[in-house]
C-alpha cells in the first residue's frame, strides 16, 4: 500500500533526469529544473568556467536559481543569450554554493560540483526513494528522509545523503511500527506518514527543539533580553540609493528606532556598527556571538531594474532541505507579517538562505528587506519617518511575540505593549 504510480527501479537516480515525466507526487515544481538533461554525460564537457558558453552552462544557471543562489531571469526576456553565459554572477553562485556544500571553491563546476548540483535539487516527494545496491540513490531528498528517521528514534544511519543498506533499515522498521507494508521504499504513503508524525516534532531537530523550549521557558518579558540590530551596509558603502537617501542610512534610523523601542521595553539592544562604518559580515556576525544575543535582525532595503519590485521579504538561515532554524524562521515570518500589517507594504514571504551573516550568528537569525527604494510607493513610505517609525513598533511587537508562550499569542497587527507590565 506504499507504492502510487511510480518509476521502475533504476531509471530514478539523479542522472536519469530525462526520465521525470511521473513522479509519486503529481507534476514537478516549475523551479526543479533538468540539469541532467544536456550534462548528464561524462564525456569530458566538465569543468565549466568563467567565459564558457552554451545550454550546459544555461542549465547550470537554471539549478542555482532553483536553489535560490542566482536572482530569478527578468521575466520579460528569460531566453536570452545571457542565460548561456558563464558569468561573473554565476561564478559568484557557484562559489557560494561550494562554501556552503563543503567542496573547494574554485568558481568552476567540476564533476564533483555538478554531481552536488545535481544532488541538490531533489525535494522529499520528488521519486520514489529505495535502496539499489548497484548504483545507491543519492540526493537532498535522502537526506532530509534520514533525517526525519533519525529525529523519530530510527537508526537511518548517517544523514549523509546517500541511501544505503542502513537507511533501509531504519526505512522498514519505521514501516512496519506505523502499520505500512515494510517494503523499504519510500513512497507517498510512506511520505505521508512521515510528515504526519514530523510535525508532531515541529520539524526540528533535538537542538533545534531545546531552542524552542528555552525561549518559551524564560518568559514574555524582554528584561535580560540581548537582541543585535545590523543595519546593513554603511560608510563608503550606501546600498541602493533613492536620490540623496541611501539604504544605509535608512537602516541606520530604522536600527536605531528599533534600539529605542526595545530599550524602553527592557531588552538590551545594541548596533552592529555606527552611522560611518562598514564592517565585514565576519565581524557584525562575530560581535553577535560576543554579545551572547538571543536575537539578531539585519536590515536593508531593496532596489530592483523593474519599476514594479515591491514588498517586504525575510530571510532566516536554512539550506531547504530540513536543516533549518526554526526560532529564527519563525521570527522571520512573525517580523514580516507584522512590518506587513502594519505599514500595507505588499509580503513577500520568508526564505531560507545560507548566506554567512545568518550561517556565522550562533542565534537565531533574520535578514528583513523592507520595501524597494526603486518602487514609487515603497519610496515615499520609507522616507516617511512616521512610517519607519511604525516599522520599529512592528519589530517590537514580532520579539514580543517570539517571546511569548504560544497560546497568549495575539493576533498579528493588534499587540501593544503594556509599559506597566514590562517595568516589573
Ligand atoms: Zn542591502
Known amino acids: 500500500m506504499t507504492t502510487g504510480p511510480t518509476r521502475p527501479p533504476g531509471r530514478v537516480g539523479p542522472v536519469a533526469s530525462g526520465d521525470r515525466s511521473g513522479p509519486p507526487d503529481g507534476p514537478l515544481p516549475t523551479t526543479r529544473t533538468t540539469i541532467g538533461t544536456t550534462m548528464a554525460n561524462d564525456d569530458g564537457m566538465y569543468p565549466l568556467r568563467p567565459g564558457d558558453r552554451g545550454a550546459a552552462v544555461a542549465d547550470v544557471r537554471a539549478a542555482l536559481r532553483s536553489l535560490e543562489l542566482l536572482v530569478p531571469a527578468p521575466a520579460d526576456g528569460g531566453e536570452t543569450e545571457s542565460e548561456t553565459r558563464y558569468d561573473e554572477a554565476t561564478e559568484l553562485a557557484v562559489r557560494h554554493f561550494q562554501q556552503v556544500r563543503g567542496l573547494t571553491v574554485d568558481g568552476h563546476v567540476g564533476e564533483e560540483t555538478y554531481r552536488a548540483l545535481s544532488e541538490a535539487r531533489w525535494s522529499l516527494g520528488d521519486r520514489l526513494l529505495h535502496h539499489d545496491p548497484e548504483r545507491p540513490m543519492r540526493g537532498d531528498d535522502v537526506t532530509n528522509l534520514q533525517e526525519r528517521l533519525l529525529e523519530l528514534g530510527y537508526d537511518a544511519g548517517r544523514a549523509d545523503g546517500i541511501l544505503g543498506p542502513e537507511t533501509e533499515t531504519g526505512l522498514r522498521a519505521f514501516q512496519r511500527d506505523y502499520g505500512l507494508s515494510a517494503d523499504g521504499q519510500c513512497g507517498p504513503a510512506t511520505l505521508r506518514a512521515l510528515r504526519q508524525l514530523g510535525r508532531k516534532v515541529t520539524g526540528g531537530r533535538p537542538q533545534l527543539l531545546r531552542q524552542s523550549a528555552l525561549m518559551v521557558e524564560s518568559g514574555p518579558h524582554l528584561i535580560g533580553r540581548v537582541i543585535v540590530l545590523d543595519p546593513g551596509h554603511g560608510g563608503p558603502e ?48 562575530a560581535f553577535a556571538n560576543d554579545a551572547r544575543a538571543d536575537l539578531f535582525l539585519s536590515l536593508h532595503m531593496d532596489a530592483h531594474d523593474s519599476e514594479h519590485a515591491r514588498g517586504v521579504a525575510s530571510y532566516y538561515y536554512g539550506t531547504g532541505s530540513g536543516a533549518s532554524s526554526t526560532v529564527g524562521e519563525q521570527f522571520a515570518h512573525l517580523v514580516r507579517r507584522e512590518v506587513v500589517a502594519r505599514t500595507g507594504l505588499i509580503d513577500l514571504g520568508g526564505y531560507p538562505k545560507t548566506w554567512d551573516l545568518l550561517r556565522m550568528t550562533r542565534m537565531p537569525a533574520v535578514r528583513l528587506d523592507c520595501g524597494y527604494l526603486s518602487h514609487e510607493v515603497d519610496r515615499r513610505l520609507l522616507l516617511d519617518a512616521r512610517l519607519r517609525g511604525t516599522v520599529a513598533s512592528a519589530v517590537l511587537a514580532a520579539v514580543q511575540r517570539l517571546f511569548l508562550p504560544a497560546e497568549a499569542d495575539p493576533p498579528t497587527g493588534t499587540f501593544v505593549l503594556d509599559r506597566s507590565s514590562s517595568s516589573g
Open 238 to 285: 550606501t546600498g541602493v540609493t533613492a536620490g540623496e537617501t541611501t539604504e544605509a542610512d535608512l537602516a541606520f534610523d530604522l536600527a536605531s528606532r528599533i534600539e529605542g523601542s526595545l530599550a524602553a521595553a527592557g531588552a538590551t539592544a545594541y548596533l552592529t556598527r555606527g552611522r560611518e562604518q562598514n564592517p565585514s559580515p565576519a565581524e557584525r556576525t
